[in-house]
C-alpha cells in the first residue's frame, strides 16, 4: 500500500526565517517517484520538483531545497528565508511511476508572516 | 510545458441539478486522466481514473452512477456530477498522463487548475 504522511498540519514563520516541511511515505515498490506541490489559495496545484527512487541526491533551487533519505522514508521540503508569497498549502505526493495515480498527502498550510 | 484546462472554473448550482465539468489537454493526447476531489482543508482523493474509449475505474466508495465520466477522446474527459447534492461541493481537479512520443519513461502527470462546484 502506498501512504504519505505529512505530520505537520499547520505551520507559522515569521518573515526571512528558514521552515522545514516534513514528509514521510510507504510504499513496498523498488521504483517511485515522491513531489511536491504548492497550493496557493486558488486551488491550482503548482508543481515543485519530481524525484525518483534512485536518485537520492538533495536538491536545491533557489531558496528550497529538498532532502530525500530512503533510509528514513522520508523527503523533507526547506524553504529558506521565508517569504509572505510562499504562504500556502504543501502537499508530498507519491507515485508507483509518473503516470499512475498519484497519493498525496494531507497536506501542510504554510503562513509566513511579514 | 504541457497544459491542462478545466472547464468551468467555478460552478453554482442548485441541488438536484447536473453539472458538467470538463478536462482537457492543450499539447498532447492523454490515454489516461485522473479525477480527483478535496474537500475544504483535506488532501486530494483520488475519485477515478479515466481511459481513453473504455469504462473508468472507481476507487471504493465512489458512486459511479452519480460520477459519471466520458474520455472520449484523447484530449477531454468529462465528469459529470448527476443529481448534486450539498455534500457534493467540493473542489474537483484532473489530471492528464503525457507519454511523450510514446517513450514511457518520460511520462509525466499534469494537473489542472481545478473546478469549485458549490451545491445550493
Known amino acids: 500500500a502506498q501512504k504519505v504522511t505529512q505530520a505537520q498540519t499547520e505551520i507559522s514563520v515569521v518573515e526571512k526565517e528558514d521552515v522545514t516541511l516534513d514528509c514521510v511515505y510507504e510504499?513496498?515498490?523498488?521504483?517511485?517517484?515522491l513531489f511536491w506541490y504548492k497550493q496557493p489559495p486558488s486551488g491550482e496545484l503548482v508543481f515543485l520538483i519530481r524525484r525518483n527512487s534512485f536518485d537520492e541526491q538533495n536538491e536545491i533551487s533557489g531558496r528550497y531545497s529538498w532532502n530525500f533519505q530512503k533510509s528514513t522514508s522520508s523527503f523533507n521540503f526547506t524553504i529558506t528565508a521565508s517569504q509572505v508569497v510562499d504562504s500556502a498549502v504543501y502537499f508530498c505526493a507519491l507515485s508507483a511511476n509518473t503516470g499512475n495515480q498519484f497519493y498525496f498527502g494531507t497536506g501542510t498550510s504554510l503562513t509566513v508572516i511579514p | 510545458g504541457a497544459v491542462v484546462s478545466q472547464h468551468p472554473s467555478r460552478v453554482i448550482c442548485k441541488s438536484g441539478t447536473s453539472v458538467k465539468i470538463e478536462c482537457r489537454s492543450l499539447d498532447f493526447q492523454a490515454t489516461t486522466m485522473f479525477w480527483y476531489r478535496q474537500f475544504p482543508k483535506q488532501s486530494l482523493m483520488l475519485m477515478a481514473t479515466s481511459n481513453e474509449g473504455s469504462k473508468a475505474t472507481y476507487e471504493q466508495g465512489v458512486e459511479k452512477d452519480k460520477f459519471l465520466i466520458n474520455h472520449a477522446s484523447l484530449t477531454l474527459s468529462t465528469l459529470t456530477v448527476t443529481s448534486a447534492h450539498p455534500e457534493d461541493s467540493s473542489f474537483y481537479i484532473c489530471s492528464a498522463r503525457d507519454v511523450p512520443s510514446g517513450v514511457y519513461w518520460k511520462e509525466t502527470q499534469y494537473f489542472g487548475p481545478g473546478t469549485r462546484l458549490l451545491v445550493l
Open positions: 510504499t513496498r515498490d523498488t521504483t517511485y517517484y
